[in-house]
């Protein structure tokens, strides 16, 4: 693929690393969530330990990585949609301070309340709905990553065929995970699981193809885009 203005080689090592590690960590992510789901006598229950207690451990790094990649597309991006870009960047990072700071807390704080047996706690810190961490974790992946994404998509309209099937999942996984949000008004949570679809089993394929995308792309050196600086300010 042709070199990309501002797409240094860090942007492009790192970005490419990033990408291909949130689809390590999303797979992994999506067995754990799938074993999980199949422990429950019935699937109105909330997944419980040891499953929710890996899935936080490895949200915390996941949606970190998802920040960098993010940082790397909005460098890839052409200037006619960095606009699009670095609002996808904003909306990743809200995300991943929303989530990260909620499975902190339930990986931390989370058991001592449980121990206390206060009526209100489960209210606060449980992931069985309806509780005030849920959604919270709802409003971070089902609307923050689910716009994160879907702003992401015109940088990857109109290339190649490989950019073709990045921005067709991200466009697919982004709905998904918008329509998730249909379960809380319906106080459904089997609903809510078509986002799940969205952002733990689409994203992850995407972000393996964006790493790909990142490795084919030779990046400017940074000789280079001084010397195209310097062309255009003589």
Request: charged share 10%; proline share 6%; aromatic share 12%.
């Amino acid at each position: 693929m042709p070199p990309r203005a501002g797409f240094t080689p860090q942007h492009r090592t790192i970005g490419r690393a990033a990408a291909w590690l949130v689809f390590v960590l999303g797979v992994v992510y999506a067995l754990v969530t799938a074993l999980g789901f199949l422990s429950l006598e019935s699937p109105q229950d909330p997944i419980g330990d040891p499953y929710i207690t890996i899935m936080r451990i490895l949200i915390i790094p996941l949606a970190t990585l998802y920040v960098v990649t993010t940082v790397a597309i909005h460098a890839y991006a052409r200037p006619a949609v960095k606009v699009y870009s670095l609002t996808a960047l904003v909306f990743m990072i809200v995300l991943a301070t929303i989530t990260t700071s909620v499975h902190f807390v339930g990986l931390t704080v989370g058991p001592r309340l449980e121990a206390t047996g206060l009526s209100w706690v489960p209210l606060v810190i449980s992931f069985e709905w309806p509780s005030i961490v849920y959604a919270l974790d709802i409003l971070a992946w089902d609307w923050f990553f689910a716009l994160s994404i879907l702003f992401a998509v015109p940088v990857f309209r109109g290339g190649s065929r490989l950019e073709r099937w990045v921005w067709i999942l991200l466009l697919v996984s982004g709905v998904l995970s918008l329509a998730g949000l249909i379960g809380v008004p319906l106080a459904d949570m089997q609903v809510r699981n078509i986002g799940v679809i969205g952002y733990a089993v689409v994203a992850p394929v995407a972000f393996l193809l964006i790493g790909i995308v990142f490795g084919r792309t030779q990046p400017l050196r940074e000789d280079t885009e001084r010397s195209r600086d310097s062309r255009s300010t003589a």
